[in-house]
């Protein structure tokens, strides 16, 4: 008889795309998921995974067997569905995919309530960006998503998962306290032209945002340094190389040398909670999204967070 760990070791794999991936997804070792895959060969007499440079691919027969799994764990996951919604009690695993910003200032406050309050339920926090989290929540590798969206890139969720609203983060404009800006009540959008820009990298929704909203004026943005994290981006501004435009969400307090000025009109991200289609009939992941937006109203009202 096929093991149900097992299969979903495999199923990690083939969602992950890696070992390793798919270790840090189930919360095992690499080598504990590489056992559980080499015992289920040995149980089926079938190659499952085949070397592919550093990698692994999946072998047809593995494929069948995936499709296979995905069936048994959606059985599985409505059968702890009925019976944890029958006992009426926030009980169980619950695996969240965050954001980096809302990984760093809105869970683990969240996280910690939630312990206190229900020591039954075990939630679980990975930092994964958003464009990777719906699609994982998709194909039922988490429970549950923190994601975002902006105005210029509303998010598209793919059939079968539903949403709820946690909040809105505003963006603001940091400059060097030396700029002509610092200590202005607001700048427009039409005096942000022939600046120097430090910014995420192309493929970010900030990157968009900035080169959408010069364009939309007439100019280019000139772009002088790239960084993927925020902190990074801060520590630019205060060594004077440049200004951004950074959510509040996660960015914590502005260190010497950095002056924050308000946007007009004001660039707003969204926040979500995500899950699969019935999957709010869980206590589990009910309680932790009514958590996200009731911890959401102190979260924003930090001036540093």
Partial sequence: MLDLQRLRALHAISVHGTVGAAAAALGYTPSAVSQQIAKLERETRTVLLEREGRGVRLTPEAHQLVDTAKE??????????????RRGVPAGRVTIAAFASAARGLMPSVLADLAVRHPALDARLSEVDPHVSVDLVARGAVDMAVAHDWDIAPLSLPAGVEQATIGHDPCTLLVPEDHPFAGREAVRRE????QRWVCQPPGRVCHEWLVRTLRAVGHEPHIVHQADENPTLVALVAGGLGICVIPRLGRGPLPAGVAEVSLDPTPIRRLYALWRKGGARRPAIAETVRTLQQRWPHIASQPSR
């Fill in 72 to 85: 048994l764990l959606a059985i599985v996951e409505r059968a702890e569905i009925a019976l944890e919604e």
């Fill in 191 to 194: 005096d942000l032209v022939d």
